[in-house]
């Protein structure tokens, strides 16, 4: 059974932009060389992950992300803590929404984080630190979580850009 740990390590893999190896993936996501090898195996057990190819499947991934993540992993607003933006707080989905009120934005907490707003549990916990030095990952998982966590009209921007953003990676020819 896929856990939302592996959701984070299939972002990882969207956001790769080089060679990869479990080893390298594991260090940029801040996780432990098993977590990637068991949550690659029960991806490809999900057909969310092709290893002969080496990537993400992707109709099958969007298709997850859209209409199963927030049943599978779902997330809620929770207390005011520091942390690093999160959901539609961050880009590409601030640039996308405008926020109603004046609520505290989504945060993944993180002791270190330079904005003060509601705790969203991240897909796993080392989200705030790898998001610090790799943009594109911390763009992949603003989209699942706003996917997770947002209204109606947040999840459509979020699937679109998801959709987007996916289309345009490169193909297995391309590599």
Partial sequence: MVRAADIYVLAGLLAQDEQWSYRSLADRLRVAHPVVQR??????????????RRRVHLPHF???AVHALRFFAPAQLGALVPGVPAAWAAEPMAGAIRPSGDE????WPYAQGWVRGQAIEP???AVPEAVEGWPGLG????????L???DARVRKVARDLLAERLRSLPSVEDL
């Fill in 139 to 146: 763009e992949f998982l603003v989209l699942l979580d706003s």
């Fill in 148 to 150: 997770r966590l947002g």
């Fill in 62 to 64: 969007e298709e997850f």
């Fill in 104 to 107: 505290p934005p989504p945060v």
């Fill in 39 to 52: 949550a690659l195996e029960r991806a490809k057990a999900a057909d969310l992950y092709s290893p002969d």
């Fill in 123 to 125: 897909l796993h916990p």
